[in-house]
């Protein structure tokens, strides 16, 4: 059986150690803080074997030289981020696999936020690991990409079953969900998502993991090729176009 135990680290960053019973395998999924890490491996007497990184940003990839040191673990990262990105002993593209005891887990690119971010999905477990690029109600900032390849990308991930389970790196939701309905404001399913947020926030739940349906059916950067949204935000019906709009309303609101 595959377990994720989620923590907050740093100011809103989740850590994941993604533990595997059988093989006692243990992945970190980044490393925004190297010392949590291994405190919170060491609380749960999990052994770390391996880090799975999604992007080369500090508070993502900055403890992997640490936790290397400690553990001895093997370090996998994108193949397009190797040169910013310490201690990689694998390079990884999209449509490679990389595996945790039996289960084995698909790299998707995902660029957009980071040229060279890519996204985990496992399968037969029902999860992926998406980093910044996706995030409940919303998507990373794209400090490096281009909107046609943000969308590309995001389209990877829409395509996912629809019971994934995604497992974003920050607490953003409630900022977002402020967006979305602004974005969307017609939305009842949205409507009701956002208050379940607001209700989880105000007990100091998480929201992360999100279900992939949901975001479907709410995330207003995951529906820039609905025709409603479009309409309020384009001309023309192009979903790039309104994906960009949204992009850029989100950046300065």
């Known amino acids: 059986m595959l377990e994720v135990h989620q923590f907050p680290c740093l100011s809103d960053n989740y850590g994941f150690l993604l533990h595997d019973s059988e093989s006692q395998e ?21 052994q ?34 190797a040169s910013k990105i310490e201690s990689i002993d694998r390079a990884v593209r999209d449509g490679d696999i990389v595996r945790i005891g039996d289960y084995s887990a698909r790299v998707i ?34 400090f490096e990409g281009s909107p046609s390849q943000f969308w590309q990308s995001l389209s990877r991930l829409k395509a ?18 402020r967006f979305a309905l602004h974005a969307d404001p017609d939305n009842v399913a949205l409507a009701e998502y956002a208050r379940e947020i607001a209700a989880r926030r105000a ?18 950067f995951l529906r820039a090729d609905d025709p409603h949204l479009q309409g309020r935000w384009t001309e023309g019906g192009d979903a790039v176009a309104t994906f960009a709009a949204l992009r850029a309303a989100k950046d300065n609101f």
């Not at 992945?27 to 999990?46: K, M, N």
């Open 203 to 220: 007990r100091d739940l998480p929201t992360v993991p999100t279900r992939l349906e949901r975001e479907l059916a709410t995330n207003p």
């Open 109 to 142: 690119d995902v660029g957009g936020h980071t040229m060279g971010h890519v996204a985990f999905h496992l399968p037969e477990a029902h999860l992926a690991f998406v980093g910044d690029s996706l995030f409940a109600l919303g998507c990373g900032r794209m």
């Open 48 to 81: 770390i074997t391996q880090i799975w990184n999604t992007h080369w940003h500090p508070d993502h990839a900055g403890g992997n030289a640490a936790i290397k040191a400690a553990t001895h673990c093997q370090v996998i990262a994108p193949e397009g981020e």
């Open 160 to 177: 996912l079953p629809p019971e994934t389970l995604l497992y974003c790196a920050h607490e953003y939701t409630a900022s977002n969900a």
């Open 26 to 46: 243990t992945v970190c999924i980044d490393t925004p803080d190297a010392d949590e890490y291994l405190s919170q491996a060491r609380h749960r007497g999990w």
